[in-house]
């Protein structure tokens, strides 16, 4: 069953108004609109919007042009594709199974449980009521594989939008436009140049239904056509195989994973922090029982207050390492919760574990040491990333790369580091590389010899030993032709202190004009 919801976006737009306003909201002409490089353009538009001139795709200066009094509202596509994904898990009502029709429709295996509708009129009816209940604008259709059935919801305009397992596709959808494949709008257009306006001219083009031989024939020089199209949606031809059967259609059902969640409902509201830090204590021990159960461990917690005005404030912490202990939990929460304004009071609080990696259970007596010594390690992360912000606790892993500001990279401090990743051998490697190398004057005898004297950071200094040339060479697989070489120095100067200079580039490399140095690090 394919549910297609023509107007998502502009329901959605309505129902997040109150009752009493959405007859004003329906009243004027209304647009939903997304930014784009040529300035705001309608993705929908309400059924005032549309009859005042609005049309998805149009500037909005354009409808503007003919409804001066046209309103923008934002389009919101992440919204819209958070919602469908909701209604494709209510969507299972009908079916043991559904998938995503992005941007705008639902896919519900309903194989064998028509009967308990009482038919297949019974079922697209009831499917009708449930989203108008809703609120929903939708159009449902029936049919043995899944690309019929999209073009029956899109495309039939009949009051049956139904096709049957021993009918003939050909024949009941030749009538349909060839927009009903699926495919992309520039294929679209092919096909019109063409003269294909139809199914039932696609198909006599490819030899549907005819001789072997012949529609072998017919399906080449079509496919020749098409021979660089490997993407679906642009090639006609699979499309219609799967909408006829012959090839199969995979589809990615929708899964709904329950996310663990504890809350407490208040007796009395909460205005003192003493009462609620007991409160997120008793929270969090009832967490730890849920994700025991489910033999994980929390990564990321989520704590929602309910205040008595309405207002709904977050908190939320992120956890270097899945863990089930609760007195940590607790104190991570208690740094969050010192600038929560109560209000009236809070009079409910729930947690909620949105990331969890599992945890089995240890056997504390034999391993308590090293179990003690992992904890330690993981909470001191976690309070240092809590204190002092989520980017702000890293640890370098060395990078497959021989060029030194490649050659380490960072991420969270107990992630895996990649196998793969193996550290190449180097020569001295400064203990202090700059975060960009900064351009230096540097004289030297001859344009490739020594380095003898160099300015830096508005300061001369001499140069009393050196030591080098090191060359690197760019990455070919990664640079453009143009990089230039390297030549590294490891230099003093009169004070003692030590750098690390290069020189990008050689007189004569044709990659250039006259080298470039540049200091990128400092010795202890």
């Keep these: ?57 149009m500037l909005l200066a354009d409808a503007r042009a003919l409804c001066p009094d046209l ?13 469908l994904e909701k209604l ?29 509708f009482g038919g297949e009129e019974a079922l697209l009816a009831d499917v009708g009521r449930a989203f108008a209940q809703r609120g929903l604008t939708v159009r449902a259709a029936l049919a043995p594989t899944a690309g019929a059935a ?18 003939d596709p050909l024949r009941l959808l030749a009538d349909l436009p060839v ?23 696609l198909a006599g083009v490819s030899g549907a239904g005819a001789d072997p031989a012949q529609e072998a024939a017919a399906r080449d020089a079509l496919r020749r056509r098409f021979r660089n199209r490997h993407s679906p949606a642009a090639n006609p031809l699979l499309r219609l195989d799967q909408l006829l059967g012959r090839v199969p259609e995979p589809l990615l059902p929708v899964i709904d994973r329950p996310v663990p969640m504890v809350q407490r409902r208040l007796m009395e509201p909460l205005r003192h922090r003493t009462p609620l830090d007991t409160v997120v204590a008793d929270l969090a021990a009832d967490m730890v029982r849920a994700l025991e159960a489910r033999g994980e461990g929390a990564r990321r917690l989520e704590l929602a207050l309910w205040r008595v005005d ?36 809070i009079e409910m609080v729930q947690m909620r574990a949105s990331w969890s990696e599992p945890l089995h259970l240890s056997q504390a007596d034999l391993d308590a040491a090293a179990e003690d010594h992992g904890t330690a390690l993981a909470a001191c992360i976690d309070r240092l990333t809590v204190r ?5 606790v890293t640890r370098p892993v060395p990078r497959a790369s021989h060029i030194p500001e490649r050659a380490q990279g960072w991420q969270p401090p107990l992630a895996p580091v990649p196998p793969a990743q193996s550290q190449l051998a180097f020569h001295t490697r400064p203990l202090k590389l700059l975060d960009r190398p900064e351009p230096i004057a540097v004289l030297h005898a001859a344009p490739d010899g020594v380095p003898q004297r160099f300015r830096w ?68």
């Design 1 to 57: 069953m394919s549910v297609w919801l023509a107007r998502l976006s502009v329901d959605r737009w309505r129902l997040s108004h109150a009752p009493e306003a959405r007859a004003a909201a329906d009243a004027a002409p209304t647009a939903l609109i997304l930014e784009t490089a040529h300035g705001p353009r309608i993705t929908a538009a309400n059924p005032a919007g549309i009859a005042a001139g609005a049309r998805a795709g």
């Design 88 to 116: 494709a898990l209510w969507a299972q009502r009908w079916g043991p199974w559904s998938a995503l029709d992005p941007p705008d429709g639902v896919l519900v295996d309903v194989t064998g449980v028509a009967h308990l």
């Design 71 to 83: 309103v923008a509202v934002p389009a919101d596509p992440a919204g819209d594709l958070a919602a």
């Design 150 to 167: 999209w073009a029956l919801a899109h495309h039939h305009a009949g009051a049956r939008a139904i096709l049957a397992p021993g009918d």
């Design 179 to 201: 927009a009903a494949l699926r495919l992309d709008d520039d294929v679209l257009t092919v096909l019109r140049r063409l003269g294909i306006k139809r199914l039932g001219e």
């Design 457 to 524: 950071r508005g300061t001369v200094r001499e140069v009393l030993r050196v030591e080098g040339p090191e060359r690197i060479a760019p990455e070919w697989w990664r640079e453009r032709s143009s990089t230039r070489l390297r030549d590294y120095y490891r230099i003093e100067d009169e004070a003692g202190r030590r750098y690390w200079i290069y020189r990008q580039g050689i007189i004569g490399d044709g990659r250039g004009g006259v080298p470039d140095w540049f200091l990128q690090g400092l010795y202890a």
């Design 310 to 345: 309405g207002e709904v404030l977050q908190r939320r912490i992120e956890l270097a390492a899945a863990t089930r202990e609760a007195a940590h939990i607790t104190r991570l929460f208690a740094a969050r919760l010192d600038d929560v304004d109560a209000g009236f009071g």
């Design 388 to 392: 002092l912000g989520p980017r702000a």
